[in-house]
């Protein structure tokens, strides 16, 4: 199978045999993140994963030097890794802490995403949040109740709080072993050739994407030259299984520009549907 590209950009994240996932970028000043201390070091017994207590600073800025100690700022997947990130940084060393996470909707309102890029599953969030204020982007834990917020929960915050201080923790790990991080960047993937890498039945490959152009051929995945696969056809969805364009079958609903939207084909012998936002659309 390859997944192919041309000179166009378009982000994505595959769900068929591989989740690709985006990590969160971050742009702050080389100043700011050069004063950031790395206050404390451990190491979590349940997945052999070191953690830094950064000093405190801003989200972005606690991301940026995440990124410069070969890791992100910590992604929570389970309820035990949230209470060892609690107990050992937010009530450590006899203080309480506001500790950042790595979770943000800065990048789409109400749409969190972790900062390594993992799949958003586990979640801690305080009675009525996240709050979705104009502003508040970015997750942290709370070390001490903040008026009806408790403690030990996440809450979202603005990057830079002027009232109270927040310190990040970053994790450093292999990350998922099912995930691939792209910079979003003309990336792509290819992958040996398998001959059994066949479908007689029913096949559904399913996508996240975002386009920034709707002209010309813009690949998914795709196996070897239209073997078969899913494509976007100058804005519509197009799904390959003939070397022939003109016997592709192409949706009748165009995508948007800059939104990310999922996208899907379910195909079997004789007739194919595609999804947008899990709904038909041709």
């Not at 070091?41 to 830094?52: G, V």
């Not at 995440?66 to 997947?77: I, K, P, S, W």
């Not at 996240?130 to 403690?151: A, F, K, Q, R």
């Not at 299984?241 to 016997?247: G, V």
Request: aromatic letters at 12%.
């Amino acid at each position: 199978m390859t997944t192919q590209h041309d000179n166009r950009l378009i982000l994505l994240i595959v769900c068929v045999f591989i989740g690709s996932l985006i990590p969160i970028q971050s742009s702050v000043s080389a100043q700011d993140v050069e004063k950031i201390e790395v206050l404390r070091t451990e190491i979590n017994p349940a997945n052999n994963h070191t953690y830094h207590l950064l000093s405190a600073s801003s989200w972005l800025e606690a991301a940026e030097a995440a990124r410069g100690l070969d890791g992100y700022l910590v992604t929570v997947n389970d309820a035990q890794e949230h209470e060892w990130v609690f107990e050992t940084f937010a009530r450590g060393d006899d203080q309480y802490r506001h500790v950042w996470i790595g979770l943000s909707d800065a990048e789409q309102e109400g749409v969190f995403q972790w900062h390594d890029g993992s799949p958003y599953i586990y979640r801690n969030w305080a009675e009525s949040q996240p709050g979705l204020g104009e502003d508040e982007d970015y997750v942290h834990i709370t070390g001490t109740n903040m008026g009806s917020i408790e403690d030990n929960k996440w809450n979202d915050l603005e990057n830079d709080p002027e009232y109270f201080s927040v310190y990040g923790v970053v994790e450093v790990g292999p990350g998922a072993n099912y995930n691939l991080r792209f910079d979003g960047i003309d990336d792509y993937v290819e992958v040996e050739h398998d001959e059994s890498l066949q479908f007689n039945d029913t096949i559904k490959i399913e996508a996240k994407i975002k386009l920034e152009s709707i002209e010309g051929n813009q690949f998914i995945v795709m196996k070897g030259d239209y073997g078969w696969g899913l494509y976007v056809r100058d804005g519509f969805l197009a799904f390959a299984n003939d070397y022939s364009l003109s016997k592709h079958e192409i949706s009748n609903m165009s995508l948007p520009l800059d939104t990310w939207v999922d996208v899907a084909v379910e195909v079997n012998t004789t007739i194919g549907l595609f999804f947008v936002n899990h709904s038909p659309s041709g």
